[in-house]
């Protein structure tokens, strides 16, 4: 393994277009290697399928950025409030993180998720009615956007016109290059975010409904399960995990099957495999990528690798899920693929709680876009689309053509 770590690309579009020819290399050079990533932040990353499963349900690496060594990380969270966005169940371990999830679990089930379905398809053939007499569109701000921002704005009670709002506020706060953003600028989404998450914590206290964000806010006043931090924190996460990452699975989806039109012809004749082509899309070009973030709390071996304690672990999903010794052909996509254990939602404790949200969002989003816009196609070279650049991946635009058509009756 070498020394020196490798640097991953940020500021070349052909890396953003396609990392994983450099992947591939990652993987076979070792199953532990250092690495630059977005931010300029120095990381290990776990390369293959197996390593990868078992470091995500390995206590020793913490999903506490307290317990990183690298004080660039814990600079990139606001000041003034660091304190409340540390309590966010995404950033913390047993004992809080189990009381955590288990105040948001209900919403997310399997069940609960289902009974959506009727909105998420009433406000996906909205969006496409918008578009379809026109025969063309940008499928991320006109579509893939949209729709999840509606849907998790919906299920906490989110009003229409702010919406918008949180979304610029997420995007400045997100953003990765190959150096970390503009202090002062972040900072300053973070205090807007933080000031809006208040106010409408305070509205729903005064007006409570039937939405999430009314069950956590009794959670807080009446049953002392939360401090104010914390629902703030799982406010907040709510709203930017509750879209970010599947406006990336849509486009995504639709730009993997663009660029492989037999496997978009397939899909057209046999709709039934919408569920698996979703999760080969998770698998093949996944939204989250490289992977997730852990800190190690002690010195850890990996696959003969000793990494140190305090160091940055990212476990590849992005790199683990092409590993051919476990998905055979892993860089080749097949919708009909049969056993697609994937780590694009992660494992363990931490499994991604939307899951099923975004799993049924994009069957929907994916499905209908390929029902109603006949000779869908893409309105420019592919060499022409560009790529968020590092943590989370998607097309940035999707422009495309097709047959114009009417909205639904």
Known sequence: MSRQPVLLPYSDPAFLADPFPLYRRLREEGPVRRAVIAGGLEAWLITRYEDGLAALSDPRLSSDVRDASDPRLLAQLPAFERE???????????????????LVSKAFTARRVAGLRPRVQEITDRLLDAVVPAGRA???????LPLPVTVIGELLGVPGDDRQD???WTDAMLVRGETLPDPAVVNEAWQRMHAYVTKHLETKRARPGDDLLSALISAHDEEQRLSQDELIAMTFLLLVAGYVTTVNLIAGGIAALLAHPGQLSLLRERPELLPDAVEEFLRYDGPVNPGIARFAREDVDIAGVTIPRGATVVIASAIADRDPARFPDPDRLDITRGDNGHLAFGHGIHYCLGA?????EGEIAIGTVLRRLPDLALAVPPAELTWRPGGLRGPARLPVTFTPGGPMA
């Open 84 to 102: 409340s966005m540390m309590s966010s169940m995404l950033r913390s371990d047993p004992p809080d993180h189990t009381r955590l999830r288990r």
């Open 138 to 144: 940008d499928l991320v701000a006109d579509f893939a």
């Open 166 to 168: 949180f979304q610029r």
């Open 356 to 360: 099923p949200l975004a799993r049924l």
